[in-house]
């Protein structure tokens, strides 16, 4: 096996909204705030190589709506999905599998695109099977009016049309090891409902890829969780007990929406459970 960070873009959020009801003067300290209150976002996706098989987890916003809507967003920087997996040697079409721990926009739109003339919209990855979970296919499908805007139909309906769409079996339990992908998956619903974070085995390490569990280090503090969490008081309580697991199992935390941050480690304190190091990706697999 053989990982890759794949970074797909940056654009940015308003603070408050990524902070909830903690005070600009705390989040400011981890994550400074434009004159327009924006912070800096990653869009940082991972490719997993294992035997003929080329799995992309996340694929960012892509580019298919218009100005006006990436105008909210304040794109900055020059990665890309098509750049960043040749840096490796990869092209899109190698792809063989794309797993989206969920479906809002910034995490599933360069999974379609649109097709050559512009009149109707295609798979992105032509090779790849779209991993979901039919719960939270369900639930992005006929979504909330507080999760409408994230739920694109553009990005989502054109998956089943081409007939690559496949669902991940919801565990009874909170985990589920999947054998076709190869890696275990934590699901939570504090954000959205049936979230998937996947658990890695990688060089003697476990490397979680967060999503949007936990969005950047600043969000480490428990009180600290996005206002655009459907069930906040549930976040809490998953990422307390996922923090406490990541101290006392020496897990490294794959940051997906952390723009100046790749990887991070976490450890018990008297104040609850803290930064403990910070990584780049290379540092800590390929040095």
């Known amino acids: 096996m053989k990982l890759y960070p794949i970074e797909s873009g940056n654009f940015k959020l308003d603070g408050g909204a990524m902070f909830?009801?903690?005070?600009?003067?705390?989040w400011n300290r981890t994550n400074?705030?434009?004159?327009?209150?924006?912070?800096?976002?990653?869009?940082?996706?991972?490719l997993i190589e294992i035997g003929n098989r080329l799995i992309l987890i996340d694929t960012g916003m892509g580019n298919k709506q218009?100005?006006?809507?990436f105008g909210h967003y304040a794109l900055w920087g020059n990665d890309s999905i098509d750049g960043s997996l040749a840096q490796h040697g990869f092209h899109r079409n190698d792809i063989t599998d794309v797993f989206m721990t969920h479906l809002h926009f910034d995490h599933c739109g360069g999974s379609i695109q649109w097709n050559k003339d512009r009149t109707s919209y295609e798979p992105a990855f032509k090779n790849a099977r779209f991993w979901t979970n039919e719960n939270h296919w369900q639930w992005a499908t006929n979504p909330n009016a507080r999760e409408k805007a994230s739920f694109l139909k553009e990005n989502i309906l054109p998956m089943q049309e081409s007939g690559h769409l496949?669902?991940?079996?919801?565990?009874?339990?909170?985990?589920?090891?999947?054998?076709?992908l190869g890696f275990s998956i934590l699901f939570v619903d504090g954000h959205t409902e049936k979230?998937?974070?996947?658990?890695i085995q990688y060089k003697g390490k476990t490397l979680v890829f967060m999503?949007?569990?936990?969005?950047?280090v600043g969000?480490?503090?428990?009180?600290?969780?996005?206002?655009?969490?459907?069930?906040?008081?549930l976040t809490l309580e998953e990422k307390k007990k996922f923090l406490e697991k990541a101290a006392d199992e020496g897990y490294y935390l794959f940051l997906e929406h952390d723009a100046h941050n790749?990887?991070?480690?976490?450890q018990h304190t008297e104040k609850g459970v803290r930064l403990k190091e910070i990584f780049t990706f290379n540092e800590l697999f390929n040095s």
């Open 66 to 69: 218009d100005d006006k809507f």
């Open 20 to 26: 909830g009801v903690v005070p600009k003067t705390l």
């Open 211 to 216: 999503a949007d569990l936990l969005p950047t």
């Open 195 to 199: 979230q998937m974070i996947p658990h």
């Open 32 to 46: 400074p705030a434009d004159a327009n209150n924006l912070i800096d976002i990653a869009a940082r996706c991972l």
């Open 166 to 180: 496949q669902f991940i079996t919801s565990p009874q339990a909170d985990y589920s090891y999947n054998n076709d």
């Open 219 to 233: 969000h480490i503090p428990l009180p600290y969780v996005m206002g655009y969490d459907t069930r906040p008081l």
């Open 262 to 266: 790749q990887v991070c480690t976490v």
